[in-house]
């Protein structure tokens, strides 16, 4: 069964702290994504990384950062938190090859819901 | 104008009822669209997937894509309780590697 694991369910921070949310995938995927949704604003993509040590910049990476040392670890960093980042955070997974050239689904963790104070 | 655009609802049904839940696009670059299903507390699961135009239909649930119009919809039939959650729909110019652009989910409430 396929399994993404996000290292936390719930997380209160005071601001100003430093952040770490780990996310861990065992489906020897390629592809790892990290998402903040937000009600009225849906999932909005922060960072993703096609490969170990590979990241790219999503739609509002502002205030993050991210780490991939191991395939199966994705972690997203906040630097400093701010209360604005009080959000659901979702990490997804998917593979980077498709023989059969269908779609590669995206595999999501059941999210963590941080609070900043 | 967004690129994907969903209505939040809530969208209120009783048991049996047939839904229709729809996205609309702007970007004509966009060769696969999916349904997620998201339950209270829970991370999105896929639904359903289409590739271009067509239908698909899968047990009680049909995903209908039209290119031209830009318009995809997901239609539930025999709605049950169970049925109950948020759909997002997403959309995706590649088959893989890349991230998905959602829309911002539509709540579902199917009473008994």
């Known amino acids: 069964d396929v399994k993404v694991t996000q290292s936390s369910r719930y997380l209160v921070k005071r601001t100003g702290e430093k952040v770490f949310l780990e996310c861990v995938q065992d489906?020897?995927?390629?592809?790892m994504f990290w998402y903040r949704q937000d009600p009225g604003l849906g999932l909005r993509l922060i960072y993703f990384s096609y490969d170990v040590k590979m990241k790219e910049k999503g739609d509002i990476p502002e205030g993050y950062s991210v780490s991939r040392e191991k395939k199966e670890r994705f972690s997203l960093i906040l630097e400093s938190a701010s209360t604005n980042q009080t959000s659901m955070y979702l990490c997804?997974?998917?593979?980077?090859?498709?023989?059969?050239?269908?779609?590669?689904?995206?595999?999501f963790g059941p999210g963590t819901r941080l609070t900043v104070l | 104008q967004k690129e994907v655009e969903q209505d939040p609802g809530p969208l209120s049904v009783p048991e049996g009822a047939i839904v229709s839940l729809n996205c609309t696009y702007s970007?004509?670059?966009?060769?696969?669209f999916m349904w997620y299903r998201q339950y209270s507390r829970k991370g999105p699961e896929l639904l359903m997937y289409?590739?271009?135009?067509g239908n698909k239909e899968d047990g009680r649930f049909t995903a209908q894509v039209d290119k031209s119009s830009k318009y995809i919809s997901l239609f539930i039939r025999d709605s049950q309780p169970s049925d109950s959650a948020t759909y997002l729909c997403a959309m995706s110019a590649h088959q893989a590697g890349t991230a998905l652009i959602f829309g911002k989910g539509t709540t579902l409430s199917v009473s008994s």
């Open positions: 489906m020897d995927h390629e592809n």
């Open positions: 997804a997974s998917s593979s980077g090859t498709s023989p059969g050239g269908g779609y590669n689904e995206q595999f």
């Open positions: 289409t590739y271009s135009s």
């Open positions: 970007n004509s670059a966009f060769q696969y």
